[in-house]
């Protein structure tokens, strides 16, 4: 899927003004941040948050980075709704069924395990991160 894209679906489904938080789940692992692994995605990412903070008064919270690595979920996380029909989700499943059905993207496609392992290897190129912002500057929202 074209960079543009994931970045809008991405957005549709997070609070860019919440740090450290997406909907009732707390902590820095709900950091929201787009984590690249090319460096050409960048002015990409760069311009969809410049545009994404238009809508807002706040500041964005989206930490921009270069990948340091990718780390499966547990076991019991993986397919989460499929086993937990009842579960928490901060993300609107019918928001993103339209988002779907908008870009018209059909059934979802699973990678093997292999994928990841090649194609985010040692060699992604971490200087120049784009931090877009810091979280030093940004200034914590009501909820926190």
């Known amino acids: 899927l074209p960079t543009e894209l994931l970045i809008e679906a991405f957005f549709e489904s997070i609070d860019p003004t919440s740090i450290n938080r997406q909907g009732n789940d707390i902590g820095s692992q709900y950091r929201s941040g787009i984590y690249y692994t090319d460096m050409h995605d960048v002015p990409i990412i760069e311009s969809k948050i410049e545009e994404l903070q238009q809508h807002f008064s706040k500041s964005l919270a989206i930490e921009v980075e270069p990948l340091d690595g990718f780390y499966p979920a547990e076991k019991y996380h993986q397919d989460y709704l499929d086993k937990n029909p009842n579960g928490y989700c901060h993300i609107n499943i019918?928001?993103?069924?339209?988002?779907?059905?908008?870009?018209?993207?059909?059934?979802?496609?699973?990678?093997?395990?292999?994928?990841?392992?090649?194609?985010?290897?040692?060699?992604?190129?971490?200087?120049?991160?784009?931090?877009?912002?810091?979280?030093?500057?940004?200034?914590?929202?009501?909820?926190?």
């Open 94 to 144: 019918h928001t993103a069924d339209e988002f779907v059905k908008k870009h018209h993207l059909g059934k979802r496609t699973v990678l093997p395990r292999e994928f990841y392992s090649e194609a985010i290897g040692d060699d992604v190129d971490p200087t120049n991160s784009a931090q877009v912002p810091s979280i030093t500057a940004v200034e914590p929202n009501a909820d926190q």
